[in-house]
């Protein structure tokens, strides 16, 4: 992600601090602040009064959330996302003076994640599984889409300008924001109730007949027997309950797969040819599109400890 409003050498210019110095730009009902840490350091506290979407921009962080037992390593192209009231302490095993670790956070009030989760439920509901919209107040890590990358650098651009419709701009990008986190929280709770049901509804077996046949080559007629649906019905279903093509959804569940064994200590090739890709350089371009690095680099950051 490029600040290309506010360069590294102006934020350094302005700096205070070596761990974490912040700079904080205003916007309706929400606020933008940069982090950047120019020295090694570990156990630094982070809490959120407000929900805290946070953006990784440069270099790596470490996770300690007290709820879980394993520390999580944080990346660029990743998003952490703080209830109000949580609290996490965070190691940067890389940051110095030449290579800043940079993240980013976004504060968002409560009052306007209740009216978006009230707007949405009076749109659209998830079928077969009991799900409101309502946001669920817990710690959620997961990687973002390109769109959502885009988004994020839009929002920046927006906060650090001064734009004539900045406020307006600004409020309904992150209002999208918001829209994204619940539609991501949604779909965990989907594809979560399909592991536990999977014959409870078309949706539902069509999405586990996706994850059993990993490797096979994308049969939509198969799909639409599964669901009982014409083909359109399907596009149309898969679309409104996980916001993406059964095509573009294998893929996802491939790339997320792959990256998963890559990461428990299987070789590049292996976890191309597993997964059901047979050209890896077409691999390669994919993984790098949806996680925003190469499988190399994503194997090289993720050999970090987490003692």
Request: net charge negative; charged share 30%.
């Amino acid at each position: 992600m490029q600040i290309d409003k506010l360069p590294l050498e102006k934020r350094r210019e302005r700096r205070n601090l070596l761990v974490e110095n912040k700079l904080t730009f205003n916007g309706p009902e929400t606020e933008l602040s940069i982090y950047d840490t120019y020295r090694s350091a570990s156990g630094v506290g982070l809490d959120a009064q407000q929900l805290l979407f946070c953006g990784m921009v440069t270099g790596r962080k470490v996770m300690h959330d007290f709820r879980q037992q394993q520390a999580e390593l944080f990346l660029p192209h990743e998003s952490y996302v703080m209830p109000p009231g949580e609290y996490v302490e965070i190691d940067f095993p890389d940051a110095d003076e030449r290579n800043p670790t940079t993240c980013l956070t976004i504060e968002i009030s409560r009052d306007r994640i209740e009216n978006i989760s009230e707007r949405m439920r009076d749109l659209t509901r998830l079928d077969a599984v009991d799900h409101d919209w309502e946001y669920q107040p817990r710690i959620i890590h997961t990687h973002h889409t390109d769109e959502t990358q885009r988004l994020l650098e839009k929002l920046v651009m927006l906060f650090t300008d001064n734009h004539p419709d900045k406020e307006i701009m600004l409020d309904l990008g992150v209002s999208e924001l918001v829209i994204r986190l619940l539609r991501e929280q949604g779909r965990e709770v989907l594809l979560s109730y399909c592991h536990q049901a999977p014959d409870s509804s078309g949706i539902t077996a069509a999405i586990s007949c996706l994850e059993k046949n990993l490797t096979a080559p994308l049969d939509i007629d198969q799909l639409c027997r599964k669901a009982c649906m014409s083909r359109s019905r399907l596009y149309v279903e898969f679309k409104k309950q996980l916001g993406c093509t059964p095509g573009e959804f294998q893929q996802q569940i491939r790339l997320k797969s792959a990256a998963d064994a890559i990461r428990k200590g299987q070789s590049i090739t292996e976890a191309c040819y597993n997964h059901g890709f047979t050209d890896l350089s077409h691999f390669s371009r994919r993984f790098n599109r949806f996680f925003g690095c190469s499988p190399s680099n994503f194997k090289a950051s993720k050999s970090v400890t987490h003692d």
